[in-house]
C-alpha cells in the first residue's frame, strides 16, 4: 500500500509540473500573439487608390477591401510572408486577347456553367455579407481545426460563422 500512495504522489507531482509547465508555455504565446500586429490594424482608415487596373468594389454589395492592411499582421507559420511570395499577376490590359483579357472571359466562362459544388464553394468562401467582418479568414481557422481534428474555432467560435454558413462548412443557398 505505501509503493501504491507514493506512486499516486508521484503522478500528482508530475502532472502539476506539467500543467504548470502547460501554462507558462500558454502565457508565452499570448505574449508572442499579443505583438502580432493585428490589434494595429484594427480600425485604420482605408481609402483605395482610384484607376485602371486597381482594386475597387463589385457588385452586389460593393462591400468595403477585405483586410487591407493585413500586411502589418506578424505570419502565423513562417518567418516571414517572402517565404511563399506568389508569383506576379498578370499586367492588367484593356485589350482583347491580352493575357489579362483571356484570365477574365475565363473566369466569365466558368461563371455561367457553375455546378452547384462550385457555387457553394465560391459562396463559403465570399461568406462575408457586410464587407467587414473578415470571414474568410474565420474560414481559414476553421480549417486549421479540421486539419487539427476538431471543427471547432478555439476562440470565440462566431468567426466561422456567416449567414450563409452554420460554421460546420456547410453552405446554406437562401
Known amino acids: 500500500m505505501a509503493v ?4 499516486v ?3 500528482g507531482a508530475g502532472a502539476e509540473r506539467g500543467a504548470q509547465h502547460g501554462r507558462a508555455v500558454g502565457r508565452t504565446v499570448a505574449a508572442w500573439l499579443s ?10 482608415a482605408h481609402t483605395p487608390p482610384i484607376g485602371e487596373g486597381l482594386w475597387r468594389a463589385t457588385p452586389p454589395n ?3 477591401a477585405l483586410e487591407p492592411h493585413w500586411w502589418m499582421v506578424r505570419p502565423m507559420a513562417l518567418r516571414d510572408g517572402a517565404e511563399c511570395s506568389p508569383v506576379p499577376p498578370v499586367a ?6 491580352s493575357g489579362f483579357h483571356q484570365q477574365a472571359m475565363a473566369v466569365h466562362a466558368t461563371s455561367l456553367t457553375l455546378t452547384d459544388q462550385q457555387r457553394d464553394t465560391a459562396l463559403y468562401w ?9 470571414l474568410p479568414s474565420g474560414h481559414w481557422m476553421q480549417d486549421r481545426g479540421r486539419v487539427r481534428g476538431t471543427s471547432r474555432p478555439r476562440r470565440g467560435g462566431r468567426a466561422a460563422r456567416g449567414r450563409r454558413g452554420d460554421g460546420r462548412g456547410r453552405v446554406h443557398r437562401g
Open 126 to 134: 465570399r461568406d462575408n455579407p457586410d464587407g467587414v467582418t473578415g
Open 4 to 7: 501504491h500512495t507514493h506512486l
Open 92 to 97: 492588367y490590359s484593356t485589350v482583347e486577347g
Open 35 to 44: 505583438t502580432d500586429g493585428y490589434t494595429t490594424s484594427r480600425g485604420l
Open 62 to 64: 460593393f462591400g468595403a
Open 9 to 11: 504522489a508521484e503522478v
